[in-house]
């Protein structure tokens, strides 16, 4: 059971990373812009980045 528990750590883990550092660059991105842009993906890698983190945060408690 602990090693499923760090498999999923590890995994909440570095998508956590990966979503908040792919939000970091579509923001910047966007501030590059001088149209009208699409903020929705910004919006759902920033709140799945943050959600991940939690689960991370989670799995890492239960270890």
């Given at each position: 059971m602990?090693?499923?528990t760090k498999f999923a750590m590890l995994l909440s883990l570095c998508?956590?990373?990966l979503l908040i550092y792919s939000a970091y660059w579509e923001g910047i991105r966007i501030a590059?812009?001088?149209e009208k842009v699409n903020?929705?993906?910004f919006i759902l890698m920033s709140t799945?980045?943050?959600i991940f983190s939690l689960f991370a945060s989670h799995f890492h408690d239960l270890i």
């Amino acid at each position: 059971m602990i090693e499923i528990t760090k498999f999923a750590m590890l995994l909440s883990l570095c998508m956590a990373i990966l979503l908040i550092y792919s939000a970091y660059w579509e923001g910047i991105r966007i501030a590059n812009e001088n149209e009208k842009v699409n903020g929705l993906p910004f919006i759902l890698m920033s709140t799945l980045g943050f959600i991940f983190s939690l689960f991370a945060s989670h799995f890492h408690d239960l270890i």
